[in-house]
């Protein structure tokens, strides 16, 4: 092994961002690029293919150059990426054929009621452990594959290739077509308990195999990259809810994380068994290393951050989402105000895509700082309903959560989600948990470190929250909680 440094690349919904990290887990070199939303009409979202390629080279380029380092510096080179987002390019020339469909597309809705309808849900959340929905790739893929004249015939001769935004970063860095077990386990497409692409399923959906990239396992030395000048292997390929997991060294089964952003994604490690949920959670391939796969129960908060942003721009109750905690801080409790942000339906484990949103609680005394406050623990209320599913689906308690991303900045927040939980909060000091995970990964592959234990003795915490309430304030606190989601309910 040659090299003192892993790069991260971390390509997300917004951002394509590259840092390097040396061998204590420490950030040398960070860069960062928006990438532009495209929105060709109401509740469709793509991304151009080229954008995503470019900004994740240049972002690459900039933190070696911030940090002064050449090829032969960094042992390897690990990728993050958003999941679900489904591309189709050219085998031979490599030129997309469409935009990048946006996990967040909602075109396919339509397919997927129709598939449901045909009663076909059971069978596609037994196999592949997620819930027939317009997110995944599999019927977002059958769509590029109905709408570009040829396409199907051409991906049946093998002249095309699909792949989710890891797929088409490696081709682009190595030539090769191939993706891991945790993106393809978003697919809709992929068997999660024999780990193979599903013919049934492929047949259902209208997908030729020959599409298909080849599924290694996370840690894998894919091939050699000379896009930076000289030789580095690239050596994972990883789901960005899966990589902030590993990031944050939840290895063991029970160990847990939130990550909150504008939602929030709760992870569970489950071990090498798949945990099939009875709340509509999802199940999810967390990582392969080696011949061990091991998976993972997720549940997300639709509208987590996102309140505040709401609190900012449409009510203009604060200044910044910083300033949430100072205000919220200068009243000991929300005065019995309740706020449910149902703006998107809730998810797990109500799944009432039509229900909206609501205050309650209202007297004359609430004031301004009750409102931020109740709109901070609707964060924590929401992310607490998630534990207790994975609780009951798993049989196990969840000892301590892990946290991770923008609001996890949010004392008060953590604190409050500490109390209502009753179990410690720990927040690490690293938050770069996405891209750290990749680092690990693709360092693993390539021997920069000699196995879990170390990445283990690496993570830090900054701070942990102990729970301060008693079991009378809690039971008060969830049930006032569970009341007013059964209002937003009705
Ligand atoms: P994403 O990766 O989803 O873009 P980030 O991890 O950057 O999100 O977190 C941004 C979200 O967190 C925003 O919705 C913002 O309102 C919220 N946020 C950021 N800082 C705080 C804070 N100190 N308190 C509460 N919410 C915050």
Known sequence: MSGRYVLALDQGTTSSRSILFDVGGR????????????????????????????TQRDTAMEAMDLAGVVPNDIAAVGIANQRETTLLWDRRTGEPLHNAIVWQCRRTAPLCEQLRADGLESL??????????????????RWLLEHIDGARERAARGELCFGTVDSWLLYRLTGHHATDLSNASRTLMFNIHDRVWDPEL??????????????????????NTATFGGDIPVASLVGDQQAALFGQAAFTPGDSKNTYGTGCFLLMNTGTTPVMSRHGLLTTIAWGLGDRVEYALEGSVFVG?????WL??????????????????T???THGVYIVPAFVGLGAPHWAMKASGIITGLTRGANRAHIVRAALESIAYQSADLVRCMASDTGAAIR????????AANNLLMQHQADILDIPVSRGKILETTALGAAYLAGLAVDFWS???????????DRRFVPKWDEKQRETGVKAWGEAVRKALL
Do not use: M
């Open 27 to 54: 950030i040398v070199a960070t860069a960062q690029r928006e990438i532009r939303p495209i929105y060709p009409q109401a509740g469709w979202v793509e991304h151009d293919p080229v954008e995503i390629w470019n």
């Open 124 to 141: 596609f959340r037994e196999r592949t452990g997620l819930v027939l929905d317009a997110y995944f790739s599999g019927t977002k893929l």
């Open 202 to 223: 492929l047949d259902i959906l209208g997908i030729p195999s020959e599409v298909l990239p080849e599924v290694c396992p996370t840690s894998h030395v894919y091939g």
């Open 305 to 309: 951050g996102a309140v505040i942003q």
């Open 312 to 329: 900012r721009d449409e009510l203009g109750l604060i200044p910044s989402a910083g300033e949430s905690a100072t205000i919220a801080a």
């Open 331 to 333: 009243v000991p409790d």
């Open 400 to 407: 301590l959560l892990r946290v991770d991303g923008g609001a």
């Open 451 to 461: 196995g879990q234990e170390a990445l283990r003795d690496i993570w830090r915490e």
